[in-house]
């Protein structure tokens, strides 16, 4: 196994008063699909948003790529190469597919070639070029999910999370996301996952990772 392109080590945080994490660790090798198991509450989705920067941490620290991003700014970390693909549906309806794609390279540094990868993500998924002029809201729930994932690669990301891809989806377009997460680790990506379907999603991770009340077991 590669050496770790993640480490979060010993995070509190919560919302308010409540805490959530209390004591996170883990470690994430590079190349790797690993999974985040638990039940309702557990603070997968808190992970994640600390990770993130969506939720600053009382204490604790996260390491990518062997640099401290703990609490850096949503930004920041995806010019790190950190992309987050949220629970639900996170696409504009009205615009079409190739435009919510494009809408991916926002803090995308000048020079990048985005046509270029436009068009890159539109390989990966056959379904979204054969309706990249539609509009977004014509696509099927999984078909709006890849979309999603298609847009987090519009910077290249070394780290990709996602939290529960299969959410609502159909057991077919449960397999072909799957399938699209492993051809991604494939090309090197690290993938992240939160997951409640645990059997098919620990069926193509590397590591598994249950998480209790803001901890690891």
């Known amino acids: 196994?590669?050496?770790?392109?993640?480490?979060?080590?010993?995070?509190v945080g919560g919302y308010g008063k409540m805490t959530i994490l209390n004591g996170t660790t883990f470690a994430v090798p590079q190349a790797t699909i690993t999974t985040i198991i638990g039940p309702n509450g557990a603070g997968k989705s808190t992970v994640f948003k600390a990770?993130?920067?969506?939720?600053?941490?009382?204490?604790?620290?996260?390491?990518?790529?062997?640099?401290?991003?703990?609490?850096?700014?949503?930004?920041a970390l995806l010019n790190a190469g950190i992309c987050y693909v949220p629970q639900g549906r996170n696409i504009f309806p009205e615009l079409s597919v190739r435009h919510n794609i494009e809408l991916g390279g926002v803090a995308a540094d000048k020079g990048l070639d985005l046509p270029k990868r436009i068009e890159a993500a539109l390989d990966l998924f056959p379904a979204l070029r054969r309706k990249s002029a539609q509009q977004a809201s014509t696509l099927s729930g999984g078909e709006q999910k890849q979309l999603e994932i298609a847009r987090s690669l519009l910077l290249e990301p070394k780290l990709v999370l996602v939290d529960e891809p299969s959410i609502g989806l159909s057991p077919l377009m449960v397999q072909q996301t799957f399938d699209i997460l492993k051809s991604l680790r494939d090309r090197g990506v690290t993938i992240l996952m939160i997951e409640q379907n645990a059997r098919s999603a620990l069926e193509i991770s590397d590591i598994g990772i249950v998480?209790?009340?803001g901890q690891t077991r």
């Open 211 to 213: 998480l209790e009340l």
């Open 51 to 75: 990770i993130f920067g969506l939720l600053r941490l009382r204490e604790g620290k996260i390491s990518f790529a062997g640099r401290d991003v703990t609490n850096l700014s949503q930004r």
């Open 1 to 11: 196994m590669s050496d770790p392109i993640l480490s979060v080590h010993n995070l």
